[in-house]
């Protein structure tokens, strides 16, 4: 199985400060939708791994993330695209669980979700929690310059990144780079 694992706040939609806390709140990131809609055509299924921490915090409820989560799906569908699963972390950062990135518990449930070992399957963020949760989990970290890692456009990273982090200008541009990483070797072996 093909699969690629992307975070959701910064990495497919706007972030926010405040939170993204409703269907109107949430605004995909340009081409991001249809960067997953390309990765799907090339045969890869996508979920998503997010921190929801607002559900703790009180600021909005599970009926409205699903209705976020709807609206992403309905826009997605217009474009060709889908993705298979959401695992969302619901606690407030002092709740000290296994599932809020940077621990590796949401990486660990789609694993077991879908009976793989995680090893080298990519994964994509916007923050430094995203990719080491990801390296913890046996995934292949890639960072997108959008969201949180906007501030580090033409910047080298900060040494508290995975070592061997790939970093790509947003999502449209790992999607590029991984179909284009796949379609190498077989080009390598028709000569």
Not at 61 to 75: C, E, I, P, R
Not at 153 to 170: C, E, I, Q, Y
Request: charged share 20%; net charge negative; aromatic share 6%.
């Amino acid at each position: 199985m093909k699969l690629v694992i992307l975070d959701r706040d910064g990495t497919i939609n706007e972030d926010s400060a405040e939170f993204v806390k409703s269907p109107s709140e949430w605004q995909p990131l340009p081409g991001a939708l249809e960067a997953i809609a390309r990765l799907n055509h090339a045969g890869w299924h996508v979920v998503v791994a997010t921190n929801q921490s607002g559900l703790g915090r009180g600021l909005f409820d599970v009926a409205s993330l699903n209705a976020m989560h709807s609206k992403m799906h309905t826009m997605l569908a217009a474009v060709g695209g889908r993705v298979d699963a959401i695992f969302y972390c619901p606690h407030a950062p002092d709740e000290s669980c296994r599932c809020r990135k940077p621990e590796p518990g949401l990486f660990e449930q789609i694993g077991e979700r879908y009976s793989l070992d995680l090893a080298d399957i990519p994964a994509v963020g916007d923050s430094q929690r995203d990719l080491v949760a990801a390296v913890s989990a046996g995934c292949e970290p890639h960072l997108v310059l959008t969201g949180k890692a906007a501030a580090f456009r033409g910047r080298p990273l900060p040494d508290s990144f995975p070592a061997n982090t790939v970093v790509h200008a947003d999502l449209a541009a790992f999607a590029e780079h991984l179909i284009g990483q796949e379609a190498r070797p077989s080009q390598a072996a028709d000569l």
